[in-house]
T-cell receptor, first 111, second 115 residues
Framework: DAKTTQPPSMDCAEGRAANLPCNHS???????VYWYRQIHSQGPQYIIH???NNETNEMASLIITEDRKSSTLILPHATLRDTAVYYC????????????FGKGTLLTVNP | DTGVSQDPRHKITKRGQNVTFRCDPI?????LYWYRQTLGQGPEFLTY????????KSRLLSDRFSAERPKGSFSTLEIQRTEQGDSAMYLC?????????????FGPGTRLTVT
């Protein structure tokens, strides 16, 4: 598993885009970047994943740099319900698919 | 609701007692995971099942912990002789085979408090 580094906390105004960075400079070629979030007192929730190309789904966009050493999760129009801890995970080498979580980034969306 | 369910949601027990938690995964998911989460930390992997076979156990899973998935459906996690250090949120997740296994669906967790 590649080590990931995320800022411990970020703030965002409601309705604005939230851009959450993640550094994964030791990522190997077969490792994907996954993002999960955990709203207070709930289990983590899968958001999005990518390998090389940028990805978009109904929840978010994932921008991966060309050298794959970092990525950014973008929530285009943050709402109060997006307040959560966001985890960036770089993995893909094992056969058991266990997730290795760090401490993540606490995103607080302010009204 | 067809999501992952866990029971109980909260458990308070006295040190030295045994506790058992249950997880019901999404019905078509053959992979099941247990994680433990302490305050301020991300979830930590405990163990993993593919169908009824337990294929990996973390070193965090001491001999006081045992997990089963007898028919490849629901799973139980038992902690014997609980200690205060066992106080945590115990999370269960399930997934389908292959690379999609990284898309794990988590239950709400069981919060254990050992007094």
């Amino acid at each position: 598993d590649a080590k990931t580094t995320q800022p411990p906390s970020m703030d965002c105004a409601e309705g604005r885009a939230a851009n959450l960075p993640c550094n994964h400079s030791t990522i190997s070629g077969n490792e994907y970047v996954y993002w999960y979030r955990q709203i207070h007192s709930q289990g983590p929730q899968y958001i999005i994943h990518g390998l090389k190309n940028n990805e978009t789904n109904e929840m978010a966009s994932l921008i991966i740099t060309e050298d794959r050493k970092s990525s950014t999760l973008i929530l285009p129009h943050a709402t109060l319900r997006d307040t959560a801890v966001y985890y960036c995970i770089a993995d893909g080498g094992g056969s058991n698919y266990k997730l290795t979580f760090g401490k993540g980034t606490l995103l607080t969306v302010n009204p | 609701d067809t999501g992952v369910s866990q029971d109980p949601r909260h458990k308070i027990t006295k040190r030295g007692q045994n506790v058992t938690f249950r997880c019901d995964p999404i019905s078509e998911h053959n992979r099941l995971y247990w994680y433990r989460q302490t305050l301020g930390q991300g979830p930590e992997f405990l163990t993993y099942f593919q169908n009824e076979a337990q294929l990996e156990k973390s070193r965090l899973l001491s001999d006081r912990f045992s997990a089963e998935r007898p028919k490849g459906s629901f799973s139980t996690l038992e902690i014997q002789r609980t200690e205060q250090g066992d106080s945590a949120m115990y999370l269960c997740a399930s997934s389908t085979p292959g690379t999609l296994s990284y898309e794990q669906y988590f239950g709400p967790g069981t919060r254990l408090t050992v007094t």
